[in-house]
């Protein structure tokens, strides 16, 4: 079992910055890629970035590309992922849900193991 728990979201203005966390726990957190993904309210949820294992390799959604940086970081038995949000724009407001898929990248949310509560974000014009 992995247990993800998000946090950071909040209301910014359009150009703002924010800063999601998900903390992943579990024996074998290790094991699992990481990603983020988001659902805008009567949306798909949709891919919006992912990250190795190892942390050496990334995807992400192109449109997203450029604005939108993942990173991760292990420390004794917890691994936590981060997605910094720059230029900040009414369009990306939604609920941002943290991942875990075990071995490989996912951007098919039907191929991903473990989801987070999912924190929202608000971005005002």
């Known amino acids: 079992q992995v247990q993800l728990v998000e946090s950071g979201g909040g209301l910014v203005q359009t150009g703002g910055s924010l800063r999601l966390s998900c903390a992943a726990s579990?024996?074998?957190?290790?094991?699992?890629?990481m990603a983020w993904f988001r659902q805008a309210p009567g949306k798909e949820r949709e891919f919006v970035a992912a990250?190795?294992?190892?942390?050496?390799?990334?995807?992400?959604n192109d449109s997203l590309k450029g604005r939108f940086t993942i990173s991760r970081v292990k420390a004794e038995s917890t691994v936590t992922a981060y997605l910094r949000m720059n230029s900040l724009k009414p369009e990306d407001t939604a609920v941002y849900y943290c991942?875990?898929?075990?071995?490989?990248?996912?951007?098919?949310?039907?191929?991903?193991?473990?989801w987070g509560q999912g924190t929202q974000v608000t971005v005002s014009s």
């Open positions: 990250i190795s294992r190892s942390g050496s390799t990334t995807d992400y």
């Open positions: 991942a875990a898929s075990f071995l490989d990248v996912r951007r098919n949310p039907n191929e991903i193991d473990y």
């Open positions: 579990g024996r074998t957190s290790s094991n699992y890629a």
